[in-house]
Structures are given as structure tokens and as C-alpha cells.
């Protein structure tokens, strides 16, 4: 079997990022002018890349992320098994220090192991992980698809990098992201392994 290539980028900038909002899988919010420089950037840097399918989730800033490759012509799948976690009663908000309380305990609890407990209102991690598996399993079911591109968001990246790399979920926050970042990653039939991690050298030259 051919070695499968994974490019796994974060969406780029929205005006919520930047805000300190919290969005999650509820908040369809779309991206800010840094973050459309940020994935033209990234277009820009990899548009020669032989992509054989683009995999995003269904909110607008994923999609925005790689519209680019979209325009080319190459094949693109929406997936909401993808989409950020529920944060719960916190979407939509500006994190007061109370709040950013109880969320840094919650991230301490899943540190420590119990990645099953949900965020009030929203998911837990296992829960994402869970719909995110349907997701992994198509898109290794398909050797034809050598070179593939997917768009997501933060907490569900690490999630799913988690799952791929046979991580504990409790270890899920080593996995650094930033927006538009790239980890890239080769499948063997087996096993995966980093390319790339969080790497941000096409953004060098967008300001922000």
C-alpha cells in the first residue's frame, strides 16, 4: 500500500478568534480579513500539492479555510463529524474570569483523565471522538485517495490527532495549534506519522 498523506490545517482567523469568543460547533461564524490572508497564504504555499479531496466540516470558516483548492476543481466532502466541540452554554460569550474558572477546570479534568465529562450544555471529548471515528475510518477506506486535505478547528484537532497518533485523549492539549497552522502526516496501512507539527512557515509574511 502507498503511503497516504494527511495535510490536517486549523481554520484561519474569525473576528470571535480574536475577541476572545468562544464559538464551538454552535457559533457558524465566518473568517476575519486576517484570516482570509491567512488561507491565501496557505493556498498560496501548497496549491501544488496533487490534492486528491478536500474534507472540511460544514461551518462556513472551515470551508473558507480552503476555498481556494475548492475553486481548482478538487473533490470537497463536508463532514459535521468534524465540526469544533460543543462548548455548551459558553458559545457565543466572552469568557469573564468566572467562567474562564470553570473552563480551566474542566481542561484540568480532562488532563486528568476524565475525558468523559461534557462541558455544561455541550460534549465531552470521548463524545467527539466518537463522531469523528465514522469520519476517519471513510477517509482511510479510500486508497485512491493518496493526498488528502482537511480543514477543522482547534479543540476537535487535537482530538483527532489524539486518535490517529493513539494518544490518551487526556494528552490531546500537547498537540499545539494557531490559526491556519499545518500538521502534515503520513499513513502507512498502520500507523501515522508527523511530518509537520503546528508549522506556520507560509504565514510568515501575513501580518497581523
Given at each position: 500500500?502507498?503511503?497516504?498523506?494527511?495535510?490536517?490545517?486549523?481554520?484561519?482567523?474569525?473576528?470571535?478568534?480574536?475577541?476572545?469568543?468562544?464559538?464551538?460547533?454552535?457559533?457558524?461564524?465566518?473568517?476575519?480579513?486576517?484570516?482570509?490572508?491567512?488561507?491565501?497564504?496557505?493556498?498560496?504555499?501548497?496549491?501544488?500539492?496533487?490534492?486528491?479531496?478536500?474534507?472540511?466540516?460544514?461551518?462556513?470558516?472551515?470551508?473558507?479555510?480552503?476555498?481556494?483548492?475548492?475553486?481548482?476543481?478538487?473533490?470537497?466532502?463536508?463532514?459535521?463529524?468534524?465540526?469544533?466541540?460543543?462548548?455548551?452554554?459558553?458559545?457565543?460569550?466572552?469568557?469573564?474570569?468566572?467562567?474562564?474558572?470553570?473552563?480551566?477546570?474542566?481542561?484540568?479534568?480532562?488532563?486528568?483523565?476524565?475525558?468523559?465529562?461534557?462541558?455544561?450544555?455541550?460534549?465531552?471529548?470521548?463524545?467527539?471522538?466518537?463522531?469523528q471515528k465514522p469520519v476517519v475510518d471513510l477517509i482511510l477506506s479510500r486508497p485512491e485517495e493518496e493526498t488528502v486535505l482537511i480543514c477543522m478547528h482547534g479543540r476537535a484537532m487535537r482530538i483527532l490527532l489524539?486518535?490517529?497518533?493513539?494518544?490518551?485523549?487526556?494528552?490531546?492539549?500537547?498537540?499545539?495549534?494557531?490559526?491556519?497552522?499545518?500538521?502534515?502526516?503520513?499513513?502507512?496501512?498502520?500507523?501515522?506519522?508527523?511530518?509537520?507539527?503546528?508549522?506556520?512557515?507560509?504565514?510568515?509574511?501575513?501580518?497581523?
Amino acid at each position: 500500500m502507498s503511503i497516504k498523506k494527511i495535510y490536517l490545517i486549523r481554520h484561519g482567523q474569525t473576528d470571535f478568534n480574536l475577541q476572545g469568543i468562544v464559538q464551538g460547533s454552535g457559533v457558524d461564524a465566518s473568517l476575519n480579513e486576517l484570516g482570509r490572508r491567512q488561507a491565501a497564504a496557505f493556498f498560496q504555499k501548497y496549491q501544488h500539492i496533487p490534492f486528491d479531496k478536500v474534507y472540511t466540516s460544514v461551518l462556513q470558516r472551515s470551508i473558507q479555510s480552503v476555498q481556494g483548492f475548492i475553486d481548482k476543481g478538487i473533490p470537497h466532502e463536508q463532514h459535521d463529524g468534524l465540526n469544533e466541540i460543543n462548548w455548551g452554554t459558553r458559545e457565543g460569550t466572552r469568557i469573564t474570569p468566572e467562567e474562564d474558572a470553570y473552563y480551566h477546570r474542566m481542561l484540568q479534568s480532562w488532563t486528568e483523565g476524565e475525558t468523559s465529562l461534557c462541558i455544561e450544555g455541550g460534549e465531552s471529548p470521548e463524545l467527539v471522538a466518537a463522531r469523528q471515528k465514522p469520519v476517519v475510518d471513510l477517509i482511510l477506506s479510500r486508497p485512491e485517495e493518496e493526498t488528502v486535505l482537511i480543514c477543522m478547528h482547534g479543540r476537535a484537532m487535537r482530538i483527532l490527532l489524539s486518535q490517529l497518533l493513539r494518544y490518551p485523549l487526556r494528552c490531546m492539549d500537547q498537540f499545539e495549534h494557531q490559526n491556519l497552522c499545518l500538521y502534515q502526516l503520513d499513513y502507512t496501512g498502520s500507523m501515522f506519522s508527523v511530518k509537520k507539527y503546528c508549522d506556520i512557515a507560509h504565514l510568515q509574511d501575513v501580518q497581523v
